[in-house]
């Protein structure tokens, strides 16, 4: 059974960081992209950061260009995202996900798996 289970969100005060892990099991993911989603109350599920299945390229929402780090260790199944300088506007749900394609991608179609999701509140 595949499974994708996100963790490391919390509350925490703007300008403060997080990090969020994302450790997938069932079967290997290196050689898929790995995305992050978030989905605020009341809002649409959007692109938050994307990497290809070496690592070597990454895509960043503009909302957290320059704040966000997506990252991942294929060793061990995990992709991770740091996020720092967080804002109240970055508050929401949080979902990991693997696609289809070994490239980034910031289309939820391509996305074939997805977690359960870790709640992230930044207070102001």
């Not at 991770?80 to 910031?106: F, G, H, I, W």
């Not at 289309?107 to 207070?123: A, C, I, M, R």
């Amino acid at each position: 059974q595949v499974q994708l289970v996100e963790s490391g969100g919390g509350l925490v005060q703007a300008g403060g960081s997080l990090r969020l892990s994302c450790v997938a099991s069932g079967r290997t993911f290196s050689g898929d992209g790995m995305g992050w989603f978030r989905q605020a109350p009341g809002k649409e599920r959007e692109f938050v950061a994307a990497i290809s299945s070496s690592g070597g390229s990454t895509s960043y929402a503009d909302s957290v260009k320059g704040r966000f780090t997506i990252s991942r260790d294929n060793a061990k199944n995990t992709v991770y995202l740091q996020m720092n300088s967080l804002k109240p506007e970055d508050t929401a749900v949080y979902y990991c996900a693997a696609s289809r394609v070994p490239y980034r991608t910031r289309h939820p179609g391509d996305y074939n798996y997805w977690g359960q999701g870790t709640p992230v509140t930044v207070s102001s």
